[in-house]
């Protein structure tokens, strides 16, 4: 019933549309009613993510599957998301983009002089005992946490700013030294490291990247371990805090005018 009805006045937007987007999600229930509404129009699936692994409904998933066909194409943020999706699609890579203008405006460092800081951005997936682990043989590193609700007390060294603006995340993530992704996956799951928009602003500032061994990127800058054996933190910690900071670590980082562009040459090519 939620998907046969749309009110008046989006209906009438559809009709006049050269293209629909759908968002991965609920959205998907509208996909038949859209292509009745307007069987011209373009219809551009934006998924970001697996209908499983954030807990869709049945439906919701059994009507992915249904529709996945019906679309003109389907823009993913990582390759392996696509190759997980229904079969029937018209699948195309088009990477995350960032807003690169906030950094570069962040000119003023938040740190004392002389320190050494780390910082992690976001709960999905955060893994609080690796970061507890490398807080406690780094004691002369601060770990600041963005977006993280910390359980129970936080060692003396770690910092729990909550959530904070973009423009303060911006300044505390290039100047950091090292930048955490301490994501605690497994397989099914690794798609949505992959895609990680912090991966992208980390890199953009320059900074190693402490992370998973099982996440496959390569843009030069991270410094991986392991989520089943024992890691040396310690040795893992001072490779960081050693490693360069190479401009090449911003190759192909797209911003998001370039996904715009991209997005809409997978519908309408130039």
């Given at each position: ?7 008046g ?25 859209l ?14 993510d ?10 919701l998933?059994?009507?992915?599957r ?18 997980m ?6 699948v ?35 893994d ?10 780094a ?48 397989t ?34 991270e ?9 040396d ?10 490693w360069?900071?190479?401009?090449s ?17 997978t519908?309408?090519?130039?």
């Amino acid at each position: 019933l939620y998907g046969r009805f749309l009110p008046g006045f989006v209906a009438q937007k559809i009709k006049d549309a050269d293209l629909v987007v759908v968002e991965s999600g609920t959205p998907i229930a509208f996909v038949p009613l859209l292509r009745r509404l307007n069987p011209k129009a373009k219809l551009l699936y934006f998924c970001r993510d697996l209908l499983l692994s954030v807990g869709a409904a049945p439906y919701l998933c059994e009507t992915e599957r249904r529709v996945i066909g019906l679309f003109d194409s389907i823009c993913v943020p990582s390759r392996r998301l696509g190759e997980m999706l229904p079969s029937g699609g018209k699948v195309n890579f088009v990477p995350q983009g960032i807003e690169g203008a906030a950094f570069d405006k962040a000119e003023a460092s938040p740190y004392a002089p002389g320190s050494r800081n780390a910082v992690a951005v976001g709960d999905m997936l955060f893994d609080q005992a690796a970061v507890e682990q490398m807080a406690s043989v780094a004691p002369e590193v601060t770990f600041h946490l963005f977006g993280i609700k910390w359980r129970g007390e936080a060692p003396a060294n770690i910092e729990v700013h909550g959530e904070q603006s973009f423009e303060t995340l911006a300044a505390y993530i290039r100047h950091a030294d090292i930048g955490l992704a301490p994501y605690k996956v497994n397989t099914s799951e690794v798609y949505l490291a992959e895609s990680s928009l912090k991966l992208l602003q980390y890199g953009y500032c320059l900074l190693p990247v402490v992370l998973p061994d099982i996440i496959p990127v390569s843009r030069g800058n991270e410094i991986t371990y392991s989520l089943d054996a024992a890691n040396d933190w310690r040795a893992i910690i001072d490779t960081a805090l050693g490693w360069p900071h190479d401009r090449s670590y911003r190759l192909g980082i797209l911003s998001w005018e370039d996904v715009a562009a991209q997005t809409l040459a997978t519908v309408f090519p130039q």
